[in-house]
């Protein structure tokens, strides 16, 4: 079984920090990339953060570069999202993603076949 739960979500103040964590777990297959992805009702899945976790290269959308660091540890299978200077424009449910390949958009859903359950930010103005 492959499995990816998260945890961290929160409801925090506008300018506050949260630590989001992902935890992997029964891989059958080699993970090379990770992911974290946000989505509000009504809207459409974004990437957020990624990376490749052979040399944790990460990648930003636009809205959260210089706010938030990706980072994953292959010891523990646990990918970290750290997050500073949160908008009310954050707030969104967060899910965690792996999956087997490099060759494509990192912060596109569309090369990920796992995910997780999903945990909730909140930020409030």
């Known amino acids: 079984q492959v499995r990816l739960v998260e945890s961290g979500g929160d409801s925090v103040q506008t300018g506050g920090s949260l630590s989001l964590s992902c935890v992997a777990s029964?891989?059958?297959?080699?993970?090379?990339?990770m992911a974290w992805f946000r989505q509000a009702p009504g809207k459409e899945r974004e990437g957020v953060a990624a990376?490749?976790?052979?040399?944790?290269?990460?990648y930003y959308a636009d809205s959260v570069k210089g706010r938030f660091t990706v980072f994953y540890n292959g010891a523990k299978n646990t990918l970290y999202l750290h997050m500073n200077s949160l908008k009310p424009e954050d707030s969104a449910m967060y899910y965690c993603?792996?999956?087997?390949?490099?060759?494509?958009?990192?912060?596109?859903?569309?090369?990920?076949?796992?995910w997780g359950q999903g945990t909730q930010v909140t930020v409030s103005s």
């Open positions: 990376l490749n976790t052979a040399d944790n290269s990460p």
């Open positions: 029964g891989y059958t297959y080699s993970t090379k990339a």
């Open positions: 993603a792996a999956g087997p390949q490099l060759d494509h958009d990192l912060l596109a859903p569309d090369g990920y076949k796992t």
